[in-house]
C-alpha cells in the first residue's frame, strides 16, 4: 500500500450532498490540496449536470486545488486524473490488459465503465480561482440500468471484473499517491509526457470512432489526442480536432 502523499489534506466524510459541492465551500480557505471522499452522496452529479448515483460500496472523492496557469491548461489535470486512475487500479488489482482510457474522462474495464472524471473550476481574473477533479469508480457494484444515460456504456465494477475487494478508503490512498506523481511531472515537465503516456492507454485508438455534441456528430478514425487535449479524428473530409464531446464505439 502506498502512503499518503506529502502536502495533500484528506477529510473522510459519512454523508454529504456532493463532494464536488462540498469542495467548492472549502475553496476559498484552502490552504494547500485537499481530497474529500464521502461514502454517500445525496446529490452527486455526472457530465452536463446529470445525475449520478453510486451504490454503497462505491468511491466518490473530489480533489480541490488552487492551480497556476491558464484555464485550458488547468483543465489538462482530467488527464493527470485518468492516468492516476488507471495505477491505482494497477496496485490494487495487479490487472492491465483490460484497463483503458476512453477519451476525454473515463476509465474503462474489459469494455465497461469503470470510472468517470467530472472538473469543475471557478475563475479569478485570467486565471482559475480553485479546480475541483470529481471521480466516481464502481469498486463493488455497478449502478442500476434506470440511472444510466441513453447510449452510455455498459458499467462494470473493479469486483465483478477482477474478483478484487478494494474498500474506498484503500483506493483513495492509491489514486491520491498516483495522482501526486503525475502531477509533479505535469507541472515539471508539462503536458506532452502526460499526453504520451495516455495515448499509450487510450481505448479504440486508431479505430473508427462517434464523437457527439448536442448538434452534431462526427465519425472517424481516432488519431490521438492534440497538445491542447483535443480529439483528433481523421474524417473524409479531413483532420477534425474536437474539443469537447461524448465517444460512442
Known sequence: MSEWPEGYGRSLLEEVDSTL???????????????????????GRGRRGRAWKEPKGNFAATLVMRPDGAPEQVALRSFVASLALHDACVALCGETAGLSLKWPNDVLLNGGKLAGILLESAGAADGVSHLSIGI????IETPMQEWLEPGAVW????LSETGVHVTPED????LAAAYD??????????????RTAWLARAARLGEVIMA??????????FETVDASGNLVLKTAKGRVNIPAADIFF
Not at 459541492?21 to 446529490?43: C, F, S, V, Y
Not at 458499467?155 to 473493479?158: A, D, E, G, N
Open 171 to 174: 483506493f483513495l490512498t492509491e
Open 136 to 139: 466516481g469508480v464502481n469498486l
Open 212 to 221: 457527439r455534441t448536442s448538434n452534431s456528430e462526427t465519425e472517424g478514425t
Open 155 to 158: 458499467p462494470v465494477s473493479l
Open 21 to 43: 459541492d462540498e469542495a467548492a465551500r472549502r475553496a476559498p480557505t484552502l490552504t494547500g490540496p485537499e481530497w474529500i471522499m464521502a461514502k454517500r452522496q445525496t446529490k
Open 181 to 194: 506523481r503525475y502531477e509533479t511531472q505535469f507541472v515539471t515537465y508539462g503536458f506532452e509526457p502526460i
